[in-house]
């Protein structure tokens, strides 16, 4: 792509943070301390800003490595170009549709919307292709999205096509009327047979990138989970249901339960599971993994349509790769007669 063909397929975005440094930044370095409350920006993102002019304090240009004093301003200016919004032909499948509502199967490996970071097609700009109409909805952000899924998370995904069924949804979300139910398979078996995780989520102190059940601080987050199945004592089917909807949040309550997410790159020790494996046999030359991707799947939704006054429950087909893995677990270690009732009730 040419310059001129890059410029269009592009709009510059300035973000601005203001500080004020509170007693506990008090002689802390000013990228420990900037990372520590701003979740957008890393040590490392502070310190390229920082080298190009772009990080004050008290009006003057500062260092990564500044020295901090309670009570001072710090002024970060971060210059980004953000993709504009582009039809992209990606198959998908619709589960339904009406005139105010659109609901998807998400494929997990497919972020939902462009950021300032991600250069590759998205499920937004897929779904301008499909239906074109949702992007006036709000144009260059949510594009009708109702809710967000991770990247490599699968499943029901709702779009509104236009703005004011958007902001009702959304109000049913907000108010905890909307059921939502994931399926996991994880790492290791919990103690009990089902529970409710009640805690406070906060962004890691020092891994950005994740969230962490936090004694200090943070935002409620609440999911009510319950085994289906467990495999041996080395892997688990689990249900669960957000009442809450923190980000990364069922992947940080599983962690916290000592069962992390199967596959999951940023809080499992778990990057790719094999069938020879699950076996107990040598891994086969040129043998690849049943999954390699988080092993999360957005199940079911349930709610009543504001529109219509009418109560709908989606459901999305297990993917590939889960559907695998899971008949590979059945077959090493079988199920019982009641097993199998309760995995099909349950599921």
Known sequence: MGEEGKEAAEEAVRRVYELRVDRS????????????RVGALTRSSVKRLA????????????FANTRLKAGQTIRIVVEARRRRLKPYNLPVEILYEDDYLLALNKPAGVAVHPSDTLDEPTLVEALIALRPEVKEVEPNTRSGLIHRLDKETSGVLLVAKERQFQMEMMRLFQSHRVAKYYVAVVLGV????????????ARHPIYRQRFAV?????????????????????????????????????RVHMRHLGTPVLCDKTYSSRKAVYLSEIEGTKRRAGETPLIERQALHARSIAFVHPRLNRFIRLKAEMPDDMRRLLEALNRAFPPSADEKDRVQHKT
Do not use: M
């Open 190 to 201: 919990p103690r009990s047979r089902s529970g409710v995780v009640d805690a406070f989520i």
């Open 25 to 36: 930044g008090a002689g802390e370095r000013l990228d420990v301390y900037v990372a520590r």
């Open 214 to 250: 936090s004694r200090e601080g943070g935002r409620r987050s609440v999911t009510r989970w319950r085994l289906v199945r467990a495999f041996s004592n080395r892997f688990a089917l689990i249900l669960a249901k957000p009442i809450t909807g923190r980000t990364h949040q069922v």
């Open 51 to 62: 080298q190009k002019g772009a990080v004050f304090v008290d009006g003057a240009a500062a």
